[in-house]
């Protein structure tokens, strides 16, 4: 069924996809965004029922094939070292992030310049800065200026969170340690702001906030969106971006979820369906002209993939903390390790930080590593007890662009609606491996430090990369880069691409501040250059 | 295909998919018995009427393996060598099964307000911050070490 041609066809409802909508429909243009999923109440999530843990390991779980909602689809991954999570509604897996909000650090930007290793990105983190404080102020993003881990001039409008007695706690061992520590920054409403409730400290935040405190961006920028008139259509499975014989892209094919196909007409195509899903719909589209996908020519897309492994050391301590309050969201962080050292023998590192552990279940779990009778029986409420005395230090690790590391599409999966599944092929590497390792033994010390009876750690964290990134890298030059600096694809002029896939290098801070900067940036440059911009016929 | 379900929130049925016979309420209350021990204060999941409506929910929320978690109950109990020598067979022998097995039933007991109560947890409670609590924890001095480092980032 074709549609009435629009200005801007957004693929994706998550942070990227929010974001461009608003900017582009508060500009008076024409905006209609895709998305598969639908919109998800606060009072449909776990955290509203008491046994909400339980809820979490299967129904609501962040891996979608282990949920398998019908908004998901599946991810073959007998190929990787990790499982990717992910969130398929309105407001995409900002649904299920812990909101830690960190922007990237200058010499994340410039890895070829200082390490000699890796590309540099066309673009570098004052151009950036304009971006990322427009988006704070609109979100009201909380956190504390003057950290000594970024330039000056790195504000936030609204305070950070009390960091409660575990992060002070955290925070008085980084200080024995002469270690690095601030106030955690995050995407989570210290008081009410816009269409953001005031946080209450559940610290259920990875598994959907219950009171719409949280930014997901089905509660911020989504609703400015559809104010300024956008329209959004969901439970639409976009198939393939489609392309009129001029080569430029003139649209979407869409299913709706009776599998009957629509198409969208438009004159820009934006790309915002994270570092897996973007890559999938390229490599599904361009028809019989483009047999390794659209956007293709350097034969980067669905290349680079990078994830952020994550390791874990849970400490327990014997003075109760009040260890499930809120926000989680980060209490602190530490960016001690973040850059290169030339004592270490690896390149890059990692960001650290502490967080609250809701649920007395999840004590049981981390305890199941030891013998029956240490967990249960007569042991059993001495464990849960230990609940109220601990608190979870957790670091993502600086994973390098490698082009074997990969989304292809899967020969046979496929989802609900019959449309290719992809295949995610990744391997940690050696570098990696001792990132992790070294982070591991950092958060030890950290929980030795602050007095911990028992800690339990966990090297590689399964339940966790939710940082999709690399599959369509930014760049100036078209042989070695997918899209521009401006997200446009070198070889499409009026398609883009806004979300964690053009990421050139990866940080080790969490993604979203950076994915939503980009996001605006895309989106203001296509508004900018609207009068310039071909457009099919 | 049914249009009118919601795609991004699970619809879990309201009760279990079928009645519980009493052996394996019987069997599910006797092994929540052995894997969560004696509390001097706390009734025992298999004396508790409130247990059995928190394992309830608790087979709700894991309805994917309500069969299985059944089914393992029943032939736990059913066991001549006894029920907490099976239970550390199964825990050995299948460590996924007793996963889920011990999930949903540690996990119903420790829902009971009372043993809460006695864990000191009180349950994902609202706990709006005051608004100086913030500045009374940081602005004390406790940041001063770090920010007497200062800058430690690397300048391109
Ligand atoms: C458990 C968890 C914790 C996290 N914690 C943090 C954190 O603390 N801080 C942080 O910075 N980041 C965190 N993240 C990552 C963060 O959620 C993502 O970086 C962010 O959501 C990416 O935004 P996006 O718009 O690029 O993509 P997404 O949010 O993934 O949105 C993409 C959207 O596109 C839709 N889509 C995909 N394919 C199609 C298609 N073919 N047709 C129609 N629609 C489609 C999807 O349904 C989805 O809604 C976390 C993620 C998870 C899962
Ligand atoms: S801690 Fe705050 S943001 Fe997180 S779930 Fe609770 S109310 Fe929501």
């Keep these: 069924m074709p549609s009435e041609r629009c200005d801007v066809l957004v693929i994706g409802s998550g942070p990227s996809g929010a974001i461009v909508t608003h900017t582009l429909a508060s500009r008076g243009f024409d905006v209609v965004c895709l998305e598969q999923g639908d919109w998800v109440n606060p009072s449909d999530f776990p955290a509203n029922q008491p046994e909400w843990e339980l809820l979490c390991e299967h129904a609501w779980a962040h891996d979608p094939n282990q949920r398998k909602l019908p908004a998901d689809y599946p991810l073959d991954v007998s190929a990787s070292d990790l499982t990717p999570v992910m969130f398929s509604a309105v407001g995409g897996a900002s649904l299920f992030y812990g909101a830690h909000w960190l922007r990237l650090l200058p010499s994340d930007f410039r890895l070829r310049s200082l390490d000699g290793i890796c590309d540099d990105w066309p673009i570098s983190y004052d151009d950036l800065k304009p971006y990322h404080d427009e988006v704070d102020k609109f979100i009201g993003a909380s956190g504390l200026e003057g950290d000594p881990a970024y330039p000056e001039g790195l504000t936030y409008p609204r305070p950070p969170h009390p960091p409660g007695p575990t992060g002070l706690r955290g925070a008085a061992a980084a200080n024995e340690l002469g270690w690095h520590w601030w106030p955690g920054a995050n995407a989570i409403a210290v008081n009410k702001t816009k269409t953001l409730e005031p946080c209450a400290r559940r610290g259920t935040c990875e598994w959907g906030c219950p009171e719409g405190a949280k930014s997901s961006f089905d509660l911020i920028y989504m609703p400015q969106a559809l104010q300024a008139g956008a329209k959004l259509i969901h439970g639409a499975r976009v198939r393939e971006v489609t392309t009129e014989p001029g080569g430029l892209a003139d649209g979407a094919i869409w299913l709706d979820r009776d599998g009957v196909e629509h198409h969208q007409r438009a004159r820009v195509v934006v790309l915002c369906a994270n570092g897996i899903g973007t890559p999938r719909l390229l490599l599904l589209s361009g028809g019989e002209a483009h047999p390794d996908g659209l956007a293709n020519s350097s034969g980067l897309v669905g290349r680079n993939l990078m994830l952020h492994p994550n390791c874990l050391v849970t400490g327990y301590y014997d003075d109760a903390m009040e260890s499930w309050l809120g926000p989680a969201g980060q209490l602190i962080h530490s960016m001690e390790f973040y850059e290169t050292r030339p004592e270490h023998d690896f390149p890059r590192g990692c960001k650290l930080h502490l967080v609250p552990i809701p649920g007395p279940l999840t004590t049981i779990n981390v305890h199941r590593e030891l013998p029956f009778d240490a967990v249960w029986g007569d042991s059993f409420h001495g464990v849960a007890a230990r609940h109220a005395g601990s608190m979870l230090w957790a670091a993502n690790t600086e994973d390098l662009p490698e082009e074997s590391n990969r989304i292809v599409l899967d020969p046979d999966l496929t989802d609900d609606l019959g449309v290719s599944a992809p295949k995610v092929e990744y391997q940690i590497s050696e570098d990696n491996w001792k990132i992790l390792r070294f982070a591991v033994e950092r958060m030890e010390e950290l929980h030795r430090v602050a007095g911990a009876a028992e800690t339990f750690a966990v090297e590689l964290d399964e339940d966790q990369p939710g940082h999709l990134l690399g599959t369509a890298r930014m760049g100036d030059d078209p042989a070695s880069s997918v899209v521009d600096s401006f997200g446009r694809s070198h070889d499409v002029p009026n398609l883009f691409i806004a979300d964690g896939s053009v990421f050139v290098t990866g940080g080790s801070v969490n993604p979203t501040c950076t994915i939503a900067a980009i996001a605006l940036r895309v989106g203001t440059h296509i508004a900018e250059t609207a009068d310039r911009q071909p457009i099919p016929s | ?156």
Excluded: K
């Design chain 2, 1 to 156: 295909m049914d249009s009118s379900s919601r795609l991004s929130v699970p619809e879990l049925p309201r009760c279990l998919p079928r009645e519980l016979s009493p052996s394996e309420r019987r069997a599910l209350a006797a092994t929540a018995d052995v894997l969560v021990g004696t509390h001097p204060s706390l009734q025992r999941p298999s004396e508790s009427a409130r247990f059995h409506e928190a394992l309830d929910r608790s087979l709700l929320a894991r309805i994917d393996s309500f069969e299985a978690v059944v089914a393992d109950a029943s032939a736990i109990l059913a066991s001549p060598r006894g029920i907490e020598a099976t239970l550390r067979e199964l825990a050995e022998a299948s460590p996924d099964s007793f996963h889920v097995l011990s999930s949903v039933l540690a996990g119903a007991y420790l829902i009971l307000p009372e043993v809460r109560q006695a864990i000191g947890y009180p349950g994902q409670e609202r706990r709006f911050a005051r608004f100086d609590e913030s500045a009374e924890q940081l602005m004390n001095g406790i940041l001063d070490p770090v920010i007497e480092r200062g800058p430690i980032f690397r300048q391109p």
